[in-house]
């Protein structure tokens, strides 16, 4: 069966600092990878996924993640963090084969200092 | 323009009520989805739909229904809501089977309490 973990649930990094928000997945079969963000009263919005190709994949708003499958890791990362970067973050997987469903992580809630 | 529509945004409602939460997508995909997501922001799949007639129980245990008459329309219902039922509701949806879009959208939730 698929899962995710997402460690940490509350990060707080200065404006300015790098993001670093970790997830680890665990699949029989190399998965799709998501990563989704999500303000408040709000529904979830993509920020990046992993399909194939490349493993160093860009998003939206400055953030990347890298797919490393020896350690089978998606972590998520932005260089400089910037205030409006504060909201839930959400690590997701899917069966490559089925897809039949999309799990998500715990999730992640990112504060930003100022 | 494609979306995704959840109503109502938000709902009170008293103990023993019968409700409908309604979820519609624009985009002509064929899987859709609900997710439980509690106060503490986990995300739980509840229900999901691989196209018409098709509903599937999802991870956690739900007292709500689903129904999928219509591709674009995946509605949720409670037949007598408790306040174990507040949470927020989230409906989402992908192609199915994915090609170069894997991922699902959601809408915009709808958060419910029971009183």
């Known amino acids: 069966a698929q899962s995710v973990t997402q460690l940490g649930s509350h990060v707080s990094v200065s404006e300015g600092a790098l993001v670093l928000l970790r997830c680890n997945y665990s699949s029989s079969v190399p998965p799709y990878l998501f990563w989704y963000v999500q303000y408040p009263n709000q529904g979830l919005q993509l920020l990046l996924k992993y399909t194939t190709g490349a493993t160093l994949v860009k998003g939206i708003n400055g953030f990347e993640a890298e797919f490393k499958k020896s350690e089978t890791s998606f972590h998520l990362t932005k260089p400089s963090a910037h205030m409006s970067d504060a909201a839930e973050y959400f690590c997701?997987?899917?069966?490559?084969?089925?897809?039949?469903?999309?799990?998500f992580g715990s999730g992640t809630r990112l504060s930003i200092r100022p | 323009e494609a979306d995704i529509y959840q109503t109502p945004r938000y709902l009170v409602i008293g103990t023993g009520k019968k409700i409908t939460l309604e979820c519609s997508q624009t985009?002509?995909?064929?899987?859709m989805y609900w997710y439980q997501q509690d106060p503490g922001m986990e995300l739980h799949l509840i229900h999901y739909s691989y196209g018409v007639n098709s509903t599937e129980k999802g991870d956690l245990s739900s007292e709500s229904t689903v129904s999928r008459i219509r591709t674009e329309h995946f509605p949720l219902t409670l037949e007598s809501a408790r306040p174990s039922h507040t949470s927020q509701y989230l409906c989402a949806s992908s192609e199915y089977p994915p090609t170069v879009n894997t991922e699902a959208f959601f809408g915009q939730g709808t958060r419910l309490t029971v009183v």
């Open positions: 985009m002509g995909h064929d899987k």
């Open positions: 997701a997987v899917s069966d490559r084969s089925s897809a039949s469903k999309i799990i």
